[in-house]
């Protein structure tokens, strides 16, 4: 296979690979276990991304258990381009039996500069190219799902914009109603940015432009959407920032947990590559660790951000 073949290069030319000697157990009397990647942004500008996200496959691989979910939440590529698509589907596929389901939603960078329609059936041919892929329609990039009886709802733009998102009425009133068929049971969101003022913005967009690094304009209208319900996780990417304390946010109605990057570079005082996060669904609450994949070691305890627990209302 390419991977292989790939990953003998990388070791030849000293690329670390996460050690195993702390791997990753999933617990079998959790209701649902997710892996959560942000931003793995594979180009062929950088073959630095895809050697990230590779180590932190590998990490899969030695991971005890299988997890019912991998998500990695937008900007799998830089450009939009095929080859990206190929090339993070490729890698991925490597640690294949050891998710369950394979969720993606878009991010700015995979659909700007784009024609909107075909750049959507690309983006779910390469979800469905990857085992457990659950993919929408080709009439826009938001949808939902079950798993283990849990909803996912992912988002996503209604036109390409270059930086942020365009939630439209429709996908909004879509958005009302899903969350109003969860009756207050868990449930997760999926966008690839987060909501204006939220996880730390705009420090953890590096201080520029009141809305940037957010959704954009409908912020405030999704925010308004979810005050109406509960135990909402808004899960998203897009900032690049290591484990801090801006990475969860409990909003009550809604928590917002941003992603650090798997694949590029991430800002802040926490600057490993290769993190993510695993979340551990019970009865009566939701556990979330950080972990250096591309290390395979757990983030340190101590740190903010690295470990917390979220009771279920
Ligand atoms: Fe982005």
């Known amino acids: 296979m ?5 990953r003998t290069a990388l070791e030849a030319v000293g690329i670390p690979q996460p050690a195993k000697d702390d791997p990753i157990i999933i617990d079998e009397n959790a209701n649902l276990s997710i892996i959560a990647w942000g931003d793995p942004q594979i180009s062929f500008v950088s073959p630095l991304r895809s050697a990230r996200l590779s180590s932190a496959c590998r990490d899969l691989e030695n991971m005890q258990g299988k997890a019912d979910v991998l998500m990695l939440l937008g900007d799998i590529c830089e450009f939009g381009k095929q080859a990206e698509l190929m090339m993070a589907a490729e890698i991925i596929r490597g640690a294949g039996d050891k998710f369950s389901n394979f969720l993606a939603v878009s991010g700015n960078h995979d659909i700007r500069a784009r024609s909107y329609r075909p750049q959507l059936e690309r983006f779910n041919r390469f979800i469905k190219s990857v085992n457990g892929g659950i993919a929408g329609t080709n009439e826009h990039y938001y949808f939902s799902t079950e798993i283990n009886s849990y909803k996912f ?3 996503g733009s209604d036109s390409t914009a270059f930086e942020s998102s365009h939630i439209s009425n429709a996908q909004l009133d879509w958005l009302d109603r899903e969350l109003a068929s969860c009756g207050g049971r868990p449930v997760f969101v999926l966008n690839h940015q987060t909501l204006d003022r939220t996880n730390g913005l705009p420090v953890t967009w590096l201080g520029r432009g009141d809305w940037r690094g957010s959704v954009g304009k409908q912020s405030d209208a999704i925010k308004e959407t979810f005050e109406r319900y509960k135990n909402i996780w808004f899960i998203t990417g897009h900032l690049h920032y290591g484990v801090s304390k801006y990475n969860f946010e409990d909003y009550g109605a809604y928590k917002a947990l941003s992603l650090p990057t798997v694949g590029v570079l991430n800002h802040g005082s926490f600057d490993r590559n290769g993190q993510g996060y695993i979340l551990s669904v019970y009865d009566d609450k939701v556990t979330v660790r950080a972990r250096v994949f591309g290390d395979g070691k757990y983030v340190d305890s ?11 209302d």
């Open 2 to 6: 390419l991977i292989d073949k790939m």
């Open 153 to 155: 709802i992912m988002m």
């Open 302 to 312: 101590n740190l903010p951000g690295a470990y917390f627990e979220v009771k279920i």
